[in-house]
């Protein structure tokens, strides 16, 4: 009966609920599944499902620095909390000078922001996320600190599969749109090696070419995107098309040099060739590790 469940839930699930757990949180609201939900309203509608249903004596946790996600905050009935990378907040977490705080009718300082093993200004959010809903339902903070400093990510998300002649290889398998490759890009400093592609889902990819230009040393596009992907990307002249991910990696692998990333952040889904992107993912490992 102390046990507490966490759940995450897609828009597939949630434009069928019909309750709302006593502590929800939506991190952001960005382009996703429209070949579904066709437009970013209904996207939007669906995902506020998981407020909808609060009453006054619940808490909802939204993303002080994402637009998408604050313009539900008049769905809130209980106890509106946020979390900011970027600015203090009233009552959730935050950055400031560095440090991660949590406020809660006090403020506490947590940890550093640089004991945060996870690549990445997204994956500060996601501490920070974490952090809220966690004190929201008691969890002390030091036990928070060492769960934070400890955890180092899960498969298929920013994944190191190994370094071969000084070339870092990454799974992040789990990027099947736009947005979440674009968070991965500008998770590195290094030289990229952008591998990308799959499935479409009738999204959005003009910023992300934008990106791609600016921060890409060379993109290797695979599966059903690659033409879209390619005409997204004319005049880019370090780009190459294959078929497979099999030939994306064996491309990337004679292009890259010491000092390089190869990130495997395709944008797309896997079901042009994958039953799902941890099988895509799982590949991908696999190929790199047979170089």
């Known amino acids: 009966?102390?046990?507490?469940?966490v759940q995450e839930l897609s828009s597939f699930q949630l434009e069928i609920w019909e309750h709302s757990p006593h502590v929800a949180a939506i991190l952001n609201?960005?382009?996703n599944h429209l070949d579904r939900h066709k437009t970013m309203a209904a996207y939007a509608n669906a995902?506020?499902?998981i407020l909808r249903h609060q009453t006054k004596d619940d808490i909802a946790v939204l993303c002080a620095d994402d637009a998408g996600a604050m313009a539900l905050r008049g769905l809130v009935n209980g106890r509106l909390r946020t979390f900011s990378r970027l600015h203090p907040v009233n009552d959730g977490a935050f950055v400031h000078d560095g440090y991660i705080w949590l406020r809660n009718g006090k403020d506490v300082p947590v940890m550093p922001v640089a004991d945060v093993r996870l690549r990445g200004e997204h994956n500060i959010l996601n501490v920070l996320a974490a952090l809220t809903l966690a004190d929201s339902v008691g969890i002390d903070p030091q036990a928070?600190?060492?769960a934070v400093k400890t955890f180092q990510g899960v498969e298929h998300r920013l994944e190191l599969?190994?370094?071969?002649?000084?070339?870092?290889?990454i799974n992040d398998s789990i990027a099947t749109a736009p947005e979440r490759a674009m968070a991965a890009l500008a998770s590195f400093n290094e030289p990229i090696i952008l591998l990308a592609g799959g499935k479409d889902k009738e999204m959005i990819w003009d910023d992300w070419a934008h990106t791609v230009?600016?921060?890409?040393?060379h993109v290797v596009l695979f599966g059903d995107l690659a033409d879209l992907l390619a005409q997204k990307l004319a005049g880019m002249e370090n780009m190459t098309r294959v078929s497979t991910l099999e030939e994306a990696v064996a491309v990337a692998a004679e292009t890259a040099v010491?000092?390089?990333i190869v990130l495997l952040s395709p944008g797309g889904t896997s079901f042009d060739a994958f039953q799902d992107f941890a099988q895509r993912g799982e590949t991908f490992r696999q190929l790199v590790k047979a170089l």
């Open 29 to 31: 609201i960005t382009p």
């Open 1 to 5: 009966p102390d046990d507490m469940v």
């Open 258 to 260: 010491s000092g390089d």
């Open 161 to 169: 599969v190994q370094t071969r002649n000084g070339v870092q290889w």
């Open 213 to 217: 230009r600016k921060r890409v040393k």
């Open 47 to 49: 995902k506020a499902n």
């Open 144 to 146: 928070m600190v060492q």
